[in-house]
């Protein structure tokens, strides 16, 4: 599946979805809608016509190795890190945050929302300031459905058109 307003990479073919039995995308939503987070973040980028970008972040925080280990095998993308007593799998891969979204969605019941306005914000192009800002508000949207960014969420809508100059 070709997502929109993602840069084509290799014509590389991702297990995610092929080989993942329906039982198999249950558990992972089950964990992410549990011990699992979908974080917006618009960080500065040089390289970005508008000087930014939008990242989607999945996680997954657990104190059993054995189940992060097994995500890691079984999605075929992401890092594993330990922070003190826990271990986390993380990834920021654009295109395969995209795919796992649309392949556990149906399972999801407390994040689906969320997965829906992550969607929204991968396959949005950003070739006008006014795409920039939509997704911006999109990412406001996510960070307020978050639990743990409600105290400490940056207003990204704010943060950018600060940035534009009154001639933009």
């Known amino acids: 599946?070709?997502?929109?307003?993602?840069?084509?990479?290799?014509?590389?073919?991702?297990p995610v979805?092929?080989?993942l039995s329906e039982v198999e995308r249950a558990y992972i939503a089950g964990f992410l809608d549990a011990d699992g987070?979908?974080?917006?973040?618009?960080?500065?980028?040089?390289?970005?016509?508008?000087k930014f970008r939008v990242r989607i972040t999945l996680k997954i925080t657990q104190t059993n190795r054995k189940i992060i280990d097994w995500f890691h095998?079984?999605?075929?993308?992401?890092?594993?890190?330990i922070n003190r007593s826990t271990?986390?799998?993380i990834t920021r891969d654009q295109e395969m945050v995209?795919?796992?979204?649309?392949?556990?969605k149906p399972f999801l019941?407390?994040?689906?929302?969320?997965?829906?306005?992550?969607?929204?914000?991968?396959?949005t192009s950003v070739n006008?300031?006014?795409?920039?800002?939509?997704v911006a508000r999109l990412a406001d949207a996510l960070s307020r459905l978050n639990v743990r960014s409600k105290n400490r969420r940056k207003n990204y809508i704010t943060m950018i058109q600060d940035s534009f100059s009154s001639n933009d």
């Open 98 to 104: 995209y795919e796992i979204l649309e392949n556990i």
């Open 87 to 89: 271990f986390n799998w």
């Open 1 to 14: 599946m070709q997502v929109p307003g993602i840069i084509e990479q290799s014509m590389k073919v991702h």
């Open 128 to 134: 006008y300031k006014k795409d920039l800002l939509q």
């Open 37 to 50: 987070c979908i974080m917006a973040t618009i960080e500065p980028h040089k390289e970005k016509r508008y």
């Open 73 to 81: 095998k079984k999605l075929k993308v992401g890092t594993v890190s």
């Open 109 to 123: 019941k407390v994040k689906r929302t969320q997965a829906q306005y992550a969607q929204k914000i991968i396959s």
């Open 17 to 19: 979805g092929k080989k």
